[in-house]
């Protein structure tokens, strides 16, 4: 896809978020767990009801589901359609060629893609990232007798991969694929990354609407990096794991412009709020948490693009050049850029982006000053631009990738 189309893209893209924003509610929120502002805005999907994308798996409340979303626009491309590596590299100013040797970024996800290696050997050789360090294992970590397969999560399964590979070509990717998509086998998977040594694991699934759909104690390894997405439904549509303390949670935003300026705003779709769920209960707050309108944990921590990526995949039925969107897109995104950073066994968490100074979070994140994922009372849990809790934004976070110093 050429620059002026993908300007044209997102700039759609961007209308889109005005009109919702445009409809919201003007109620302000109160005590988390208790306002109507703490209540989820919709059951159907807003991109579903829109027609914009169809999720390659099931969305279940409360079950275990992979987040990829299959654009409508642009169906099955014999060349490249949405944003590349190259695109992404330079938006966010990332040292992509010269670090992350020696890191090991885990990704955890469901069932077998038996074509998981050649569809990454083609995406990186499309984009010239070299030859991939990269193993697969079943989740008791073996090199065979992997799971059966399913089509569904085929396109996750790819999606993961590539997008680490987009941010940081030169870490190491172990793929751990669960046998099935239910608490008990993902969570052996999130053990067995860690027992492989992993030093960062990326989870680009969600349980809709559930606080207690995985073990939190396979989600708090001291010296790991866990990242979630924060689900594709919109404002206070959370879940774990993305919503556990442990987890770093990971919003999205729509990408425009291109390396002469770039500019970002809220993927309207991104989720992100309070972990309460719109209930009286919710994932305790982080000690270093320290937002006013959520006594549970706050979501999201951060954020990267999530809408109208490239995607090489052939066995989610898909059969080549795909566009692809959703938080599953800048969850792999932001686990590459901690191994660029290649310091995972300092971190808790996403306790550095909630601690930064104001300068630094300035200079080392990018602001998203504009957009929403849902009707919060222009309050910051759901509103970019706020500034009633300084940069900070549930759809977006603290921001999106500036180099690598704020991670």
């Known amino acids: 896809m050429n620059g002026s189309a993908k300007l044209l893209v997102s700039l759609v893209a961007a209308l ?12 302000m929120p109160g005590i988390a767990g208790q ?13 579903q009801a829109k027609g914009l994308a169809h999720a390659a798996c099931p969305q279940i409340t409360g079950k275990p589901t992979c987040l990829v979303l299959i654009e409508s626009k642009g169906g099955i491309n014999l060349t490249v359609a949405g ?24 990704i955890v996800d469901a069932y077998d893609n038996p074509n998981v290696a050649s569809d990454l050997a083609a995406y990186r050789s499309e984009f010239d990232l070299g030859t991939a360090h990269f193993k697969k294992y079943n989740q008791e970590g073996k090199k065979r007798n992997y799971p059966s397969g399913n ?28 046998n099935g998509a239910d608490e008990i086998d993902l969570d052996t998977a999130e053990a067995e990354a860690v027992k492989l040594g992993a030093h960062i694991i990326s989870n680009s699934w969600i349980c809709p609407g559930s606080n207690s759909c995985v073990d939190s104690s396979d989600f708090d390894t001291k010296g790991v990096v866990y990242l979630a997405a924060s689900g594709d439904s919109g404002y206070n549509e959370n879940g774990n794991p993305e919503s ?13 412009g291109g390396p002469s300026g770039w500019s970002e705003t809220v993927w309207e779709f991104a989720g992100g ?38 995607e ?41 982006f909630w ?30 631009g706020t500034k009633q809790f300084g940069d900070y934004s549930g759809p977006a976070g603290w921001g999106t990738p500036n180099g690598i110093k704020a991670y």
Not at 166 to 177: D, F, N, Q, S, V
Not at 320 to 325: D, E, F, L, Q, S
């Open 83 to 106: 944003w590349t590596p190259s695109d992404i590299q330079n938006r966010y100013n990332l040292p992509s060629s010269s670090k992350g040797s020696g890191q090991i970024v885990a």
């Open 151 to 178: 089509s569904m999560w085929g396109p996750e399964i790819d999606l993961d991969v590539e997008m680490v590979s987009a941010t940081c070509p030169k870490c190491t990717i172990y793929l751990i694929e669960a």
């Open 16 to 27: 889109a978020i005005a009109a919702c924003n445009a409809g919201g509610s003007s109620s």
């Open 273 to 310: 709020g309070c972990s309460s769920n719109g209930g009286s209960s919710g994932e305790p707050k982080p000690s270093w948490q320290h937002d006013p309108d959520c006594t549970y944990r706050t979501d999201a921590d951060v954020s990267a693009v999530a809408w109208n990526v490239a």
């Open 355 to 384: 601690t930064l100074k104001e300068k630094s979070v300035r200079n080392e994140l990018h602001y998203i000053s504009s957009g929403a994922d849902g009707s919060c009372g222009d309050a910051y849990l759901c509103t970019a």
């Open 244 to 256: 556990l303390p442990t987890v770093v949670s990971v919003g999205g935003t729509v990408l425009s």
């Open 312 to 352: 090489y995949d052939t066995y989610g039925g898909e059969g080549g050049w795909v566009t692809v969107g959703g938080t599953s897109v800048a969850t792999p995104i932001n686990a590459g850029v901690f191994g660029l950073a290649g310091n995972a066994s300092s971190q808790d968490a996403a306790k550095k």
């Open 35 to 47: 306002s109507s502002a703490q209540r989820r805005s919709h059951s159907m999907p807003m991109w």
